[in-house]
């Protein structure tokens, strides 16, 4: 499995630093949807889902958290630690987002509106999906 980590170019000065991301140059799809999570309770494990069309950045610009990845063939936990990184997270990825720190907050870019049919919620049912669509 191959992970996607962006590094986002900051621009600061003695007055603080500023990242501005563009979709198609910084983010690789075009932006439908910006969502963020925060005060995260402890011992939380947020995600459980994969979808079928959605590609994501996930970005913890404050704090930090884990999001644990799954293609149906292999699983791999990619640590999320500075405001100046994203994870891209493609369709038909299982994840979830996990071990969050107390001012943790995880800001998403969504590449569709949000659409409960393209949700898989069941981990079995993700695997069958992965089974019917190997060209994902």
Known sequence: MQVVKYVFQPHGDDRGQLIALEEFKDI?????????????????VRGHHAHKKL???????????????DNGKEKKVVPLEKPYEG??????MWREMFDFSEDAVLLVFASELY????????????????KEHPEK
């Open 55 to 69: 590609e994501q950045i996930l970005v913890c610009i404050h704090g930090s958290c884990k999001i644990r990845l």
């Open 28 to 44: 690789p799809f075009k932006i439908k949807r910006v969502y963020y999570m925060y005060d995260t309770a402890g011992g939380v």
């Open 115 to 130: 659409d409960e049919s393209d949700y898989i919620r069941d981990y079995d049912e993700f695997m069958n999906f992965i």
């Open 87 to 92: 994870l891209y997270v493609a369709n038909n």
